[in-house]
């Protein structure tokens, strides 16, 4: 059975930097792509960064590129999110999913298996 599970949300700061993992188990991470989404309260569901499991190419969304980092271990079948400077239009439940190997996309609907997400809220 795929399950994900998302930790390291909470509240932070404006400024601060926060690490988003998620643990893979029913399956190993060469089995497909993976990504970070996002959703704030009344907004859809947003692509943040994706992460190719073949060569490791990734790609960001505009809003955080330069700012986050995508990576995964392979060894520990998780992958992870670095968030730095944080603003408090980054807050947001944030949730790993996966896609297809040759998909690198931040469209959430081209995602199928999800964690059940993690809280992130960035304030003063």
């Known amino acids: 059975q795929v399950q994900l599970v998302e930790s390291g949300g909470g509240l932070v700061q404006p400024g601060g930097s926060l690490r988003l993992s998620c643990v893979a188990s029913?399956?190993?991470?060469?089995?497909?792509?993976f990504g970070w989404l996002r959703q704030a309260p009344g907004k859809e569901r947003e692509g943040v960064s994706c992460i190719s499991t073949s060569d490791g190419s990734v790609v960001y969304a505009s809003s955080v590129r330069g700012r986050f980092t995508i990576s995964k271990d392979n060894a520990k079948n998780t992958v992870y999110l670095e968030m730095n400077d944080l603003k408090p239009e980054d807050t947001a439940v944030y949730y790993c999913?996966?896609?297809?190997?040759?998909?690198?996309?931040?469209?959430?609907?081209?995602?199928?298996?999800w964690g059940q997400g993690t809280q992130v809220t960035v304030s003063s």
């Open positions: 029913g399956f190993t991470l060469d089995s497909y792509n």
């Open positions: 999913a996966t896609t297809l190997p040759l998909q690198l996309t931040l469209k959430s609907g081209n995602y199928n298996h």
